[in-house]
């Protein structure tokens, strides 16, 4: 069946560096995407959504960036801290238009 | 409260034991739905309500399971004679609207981790 996926399990990057977390999706009908950001222990945190009529969406410090043509979505995290250290997940609204279909996460380890 | 409230935070059930695992949703919010998380893995669709009406219960893996919202605020998921692979983390989310195709941030609890031995 049609899923959401992440290309990288695990990320490691240094503290300052800019982050770029990846995620692929095979359902074309899809039209709404969100990144959860989940700490140990804690419920999934919402980081920052796009609709598919846009390409590209700025948070604080994060970009979302949205290639329909490919079916993929990215993440971008700029000057990455310790508190980012997570896992992330990209999350696709599902065929019957409220349920999140959520990839499998990358895990992001900031260090010093 | 502030944030979606889940509990217990953590639950151990004997093999064949009933648990019941409580949600008590941000105020006002339309929309509630519950999830299921395995170690290393995403969150699993298990089922949605709108107000008190179940509307979605597709993703609940076994006749085992049953939700509820009678009064459209707290939920309580239901899991009859668990089994070893009900183990995982239980994630309730509500947002403030409901319906298809509403780009509403969902709200999640921290989780009620239920470990079957």
């Known amino acids: 069946g049609e899923s959401v996926g992440l290309h990288l399990p695990t990320l490691s990057v240094q503290e300052g560096d800019n982050s770029i977390i990846n995620c692929a999706y095979s359902?074309?009908?899809?039209?709404?995407f969100i990144w959860y950001k989940q700490e140990s222990g804690k419920g999934p945190q919402f980081i920052i959504d796009i609709r598919s009529n846009m390409d590209k969406r700025q948070g604080q410090r994060v970009t979302v960036l949205l290639n329909k043509t490919v079916k993929h979505l990215s993440l971008q995290i700029a000057a990455t801290q310790p508190g980012d250290s997570a896992v992330y997940f990209c999350?696709?609204?599902?065929?019957?238009?409220?349920?999140?279909?959520f990839g499998k996460g990358t895990s992001l380890l900031v260090t010093p | 409260g502030a944030g979606v409230s889940q509990s217990p935070r953590y639950k151990v059930a004997k093999r064949g034991q009933d648990v019941a695992l409580r949600c008590d949703p941000i105020?006002?919010?339309?929309?509630l739905f519950w999830y299921q998380q395995a170690l290393g893995q995403g969150p699993e669709f298990l089922t949605y309500?709108?107000?008190?009406?179940?509307?979605?219960k597709s993703g609940l893996p076994s006749d085992r399971f049953f939700a509820e919202r009678p009064e459209g605020s707290v939920s309580t998921l239901k899991i009859q004679r668990t089994q070893q692979e009900d183990s995982a983390v239980y994630l309730c989310?509500?947002?403030?609207?409901?319906?298809?195709?509403?780009?509403?941030?969902?709200?999640f609890g921290q989780g009620t981790r239920l470990t079957v031995v």
């Open positions: 989310a509500s947002s403030l609207f409901g319906g298809a195709h509403m780009n509403t941030e969902a709200f």
């Open positions: 999350a696709e609204r599902g065929p019957a238009g409220y349920a999140l279909n």
């Open positions: 105020s006002g919010h339309v929309s």
């Open positions: 359902n074309s009908a899809s039209d709404y």
């Open positions: 309500f709108q107000n008190e009406a179940q509307l979605d």
